[in-house]
C-alpha cells in the first residue's frame, strides 16, 4: 500500500495552522518547549493526518511517519542534548505527544512507547538511587541507545503485557530472564506488542531468575532485544477496533540471548521507579488528550461547514448544537486542566495528593477522550460519521485509551477509592 495525502489537501500551504493545545503563554510554557510543540504539531498537520486514514484502513505501521520524526529531531525528544538529542523534559514530551494525537493516534501511540525507552532510562532514572559505579554504567549503556536513535533512526518498543496479572502490577513479570555468562537467556511471551515486526529493538519488561529463585517484582529487568536476534518471533494477526496503526501482535522469546548491556536500566531501578516515579505509567495518556481535543476541533469546523471534503452547509444555527459544543469544551478544558497540571508535577517521590490526581487525569483523559467522540458523532450526524472523515477513526481509537495497562479506567478508579480511603498499611482488622 502507498501511503497518500488526503485527497482533500491540494497542498500543504494551503492549511491554516491549528492553534496550540495549550497556548504557550497562556499556560507559561518557555520558547524552547513551545519550539519543540509546534515542530511535534506542524509535522502531525501537515503531514500525518493525511496519511492516518490509509493507516488505520490497512492496520498498517506508520513507517513514513517515523521516518519524519527523525528527520524532524523527534525519536530523541527527550534525550539529552550532549547526545544530540532535543533534551524535552516529562512535560515537554507530554505535550508534545498531544499534538502528534490530535493528528494520528497511532503514530502518537507508539511513539509514546519508543519515547519511553529514552525518558524512563534519562530524566526519570536520573532521579533514582544508585550507587556511582553503577550510574557510570547505566550512563555508558544509555549512550549507546542514544546514539543508535540520533544517528540511524533506531525505533524501540515497550512490550509488558502478557496477558496475565503481571502488567497490572500485581505480580512478577511471566516472561523470564537467566543469568548466564555475558547476559541472559529470555523466554515468553508478550500479547499487544505494539510496533510488533516494526520496532529495531523491543524494550522487555522481564523478572531475572536464576535456577530455584521465586520470581519477584523487585528482580524486574527491563531489557532492549534486537528484532532480529535469533529466537524472536512475531506471531498473530492485528485487526483491533482501533489504534490499528501500532500493530499490536504478540511476540515470543524462545531461549534469545540478550547481552548484559541491553539492559535499559540497572538491575532494580526498574522496580524503584515504578514505586516512586508513578507519573512514568500516565505517558499513555497524552495521545486521547490529542484525540479529545480533534473530536471538539472537527465539530466546530463541521458544524461552521468547514471540514475540508464535505457541502459548505452550516448547521452552527440550533440551539441544541451550540448547547453540545457548550459541553465538549467544557469537558475539554477540563481535561485539559487536570491533565496539565498533573504531567507537570511528575516527579520522584509525589505526594498522594499527586498521586491520587495522576489516576484523575488518567482516567479524565481516557474516557473523556471517547465522551467527546461519542458527543461528536452525535451531534454532527450521520454525513460526519462516514469512513471518508477522520471522526470515525477518531471515535473508534478513543475508545482503546481505558484499556491500556497498568492504568486502565477500571483500575483508575480501584486505586482512587482505596487508597483515598485507607492510608497505607490501614486496614479495617
Ligand atoms: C491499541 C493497544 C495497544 C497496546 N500496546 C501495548 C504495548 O505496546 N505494550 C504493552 O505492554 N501493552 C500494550 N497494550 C495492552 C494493554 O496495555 C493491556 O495490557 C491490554 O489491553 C490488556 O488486555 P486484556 O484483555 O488481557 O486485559 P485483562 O488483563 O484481562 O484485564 C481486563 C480489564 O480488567 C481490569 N483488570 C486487570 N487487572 C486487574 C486487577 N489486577 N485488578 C482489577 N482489575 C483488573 C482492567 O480494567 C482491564 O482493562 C495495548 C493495548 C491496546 C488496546
Redesign the pocket.
Known sequence: MTVQPSKSVTSIDEIDPDAPIFDPAAFRLNGEQAAIIATARELGQRVFAGRAAAYDREAKFPTENYRDLHRAGLLGIAIPKQHGGLGADYQTYALAAAEIGRYCGATA?TWN?HVCSTLWSGPLADDLEMDDATRAEHERRRAVHYRRIVADGAIY?????E???A??G?VAFGTEAKPIKGGWLVNGK??????SGHADYYGVLCTEIAEGEKASRRNTLYLAIPAKTAGVSVVGDWD?L??RG?V?RTLLFKDVFVAEDAALMPRGVYFQAAMRWPHMFLTLSPTYVGLAQAAYDFTVRYLRGEVPGTPPVKRRMYPTKQIAVAQMQIKLEQIKAIWFQAVSEARANPTKEQVLRAYAAQYSAMEGANELSTLAIRTCGGQAMLKSLPLERIYRDSR?G????PW????CL?RIGREALYATGETDD
Open positions: 501511540l512507547m518498543s515497550q512490550p509488558f503485557s496477558g496475565g496479572a502488567a497490572a500485581g508478550k500479547i499487544f506488542a505494539s510496533l483491533p482501533g489504534m501500532t499490536s482503546c481505558s484499556l491500556m495497562l486502565t479506567a477500571e483500575l480501584d
